[in-house]
Structures are given as C-alpha cells and as structure tokens.
C-alpha cells in the first residue's frame, strides 16, 4: 500500500514536471493557424456529422450548401473529415472554391476526406474552435452529434457574452433541429435562463439556399 503511494506520487509530480513544455506544443498550433488561416479571404464554417454516408439526403445539402457558398464568394471551412464535412468541401471544390479541413487528432483515427485544398491538423481542440471562429462570417450546421452540439452552443455563448462578433449561426435541416428550437424556446427561454435577445441568435431553415442567404446577409450587416 505506500509502494502504491508512493508511485501516485511520483507520476502525479512527473505530469506536473513535463506539463508547462505542452505550451510550445499549443503555441505552435495556433502560429501555423493564425499564418495560413490569415491569407484565406472570407469564409463560413460549416459543420455537420461524421457518420452520415453520401447516400444520406443530408449529405447532399451539405455539397449543396458548399456549392452555394463559393458561388457567394466564400471560403469554405469544416472539420475536414468524413460524412457532411465531407460532402460541404466535395462541393466547394467541384465549384472552384477555396475548401478548407481544420482535422482534429482523435484515438481513433479519423482521416481527413479528399475534397480538400489546404489541411491544418490540431491537436488541441481549443486552438481549433479558435480558427473556426476567428476566420468566418458565419456558422452553418447541418445535422450532428455531439461534437456539432459543441460547436454550436459554444459560438452562442461566445456572442450572447460578446466575447465573439454577432455573425449569423445558422441550423439547416428544420425537421432535424425544430425540436431543439422549440425545447429552448418553452423550457430554456421559459424559465428565463436565456433571454429573447439571446434566441435570436438561431435561424432555423430548410435548405442550404436559404442559409446563405442569411450569411450574405449578416455579411452586410
């Protein structure tokens, strides 16, 4: 038993030890970010799962909605791997447009998709939502699990507490994300625990047509 201890410990002062050399680690990623994200124009971030395949009607928004936001003179921004980030930078390439992949080193390994014209990888997720959000006019999600949830209810904090400027988050898929919209409308907004102002925010639409538009929108603002 003070073997065990005792090698606690050790290991809890060794992580304590190598801990600070991590910042050269994060301060790396966000210099290679903040260098080649520089030079990319205005852009949109769009997000969507990984798991939805290309025969997903879903997955056909998301070329759509790719296609339509290089056509309006946007770069396109994703998490660069399979599914509807995917079929969002399929479209941005088959347009012309500039079709960036923000990847993410996971234990299982997820590799990045091929419709893509420049790749960063991140370790960190933290220096990652940084690129999506300091590079793009606007937020687009299209259906997803729990990594598009955090995407999404981080960027409506972020401008809810104007730490972030009030660019358009937009949800395509009105059968998918009505329910969410009418679970914060009733009990969230009910109970006060948001206000108006801040659901506001979410514009909830049908079609990638209608998406764009409000970040062309937004863009004007």
């Not at 930078?89 to 080193?105: D, F, H, P, R, T």
């Not at 999600?141 to 988050?169: A, C, H, W």
């Not at 102002?197 to 409000?214: L, R």
Request: aromatic share 12%; proline share 3%; glycine share 12%.
């Amino acid at each position: 038993m003070g073997n065990s201890n005792k090698m606690i410990g050790y290991e809890d002062k060794m992580i304590s030890k190598d801990e600070p050399w991590r910042i050269f680690h994060i301060m790396s990623e966000f210099v290679n970010g903040f260098e080649t994200m520089a030079e990319i124009g205005p852009a949109v971030s769009v997000f969507g799962s990984a798991r939805i395949d290309s025969s997903n009607s879903y997955y056909k928004l998301g070329v759509k909605t790719g296609r339509l936001l290089v056509k309006a003179g946007f770069a396109v921004i994703t998490g660069g791997g399979p599914g509807i980030m995917e079929a969002v930078n399929k479209g941005a390439i088959k347009e012309g447009g500039k079709s960036i992949g923000l990847s993410i080193v996971l234990p299982n390994e997820q590799k990045s998709n091929r419709f893509l014209n420049l790749n960063l990888t991140f370790r960190y997720f933290f220096c990652r939502k940084v690129m999506f959000l300091r590079y793009a006019k606007g937020f687009i999600f299209l259906p997803g699990g729990y990594g598009t949830m955090d995407e999404l209810f981080e960027s409506l904090t972020l401008i809810q507490n104007n730490r972030e400027k009030n660019f358009p988050v937009v949800l395509v898929g009105r059968r998918y994300w009505q329910g969410l919209n009418d679970w914060l409308k009733k009990d969230v907004l009910g109970e006060k625990c948001i206000t108006g102002k801040d659901m506001s925010i979410i514009n909830v639409v049908d079609t990638p047509e209608e998406a764009v538009d409000f970040i062309i929108k937004g863009k004007k603002k």
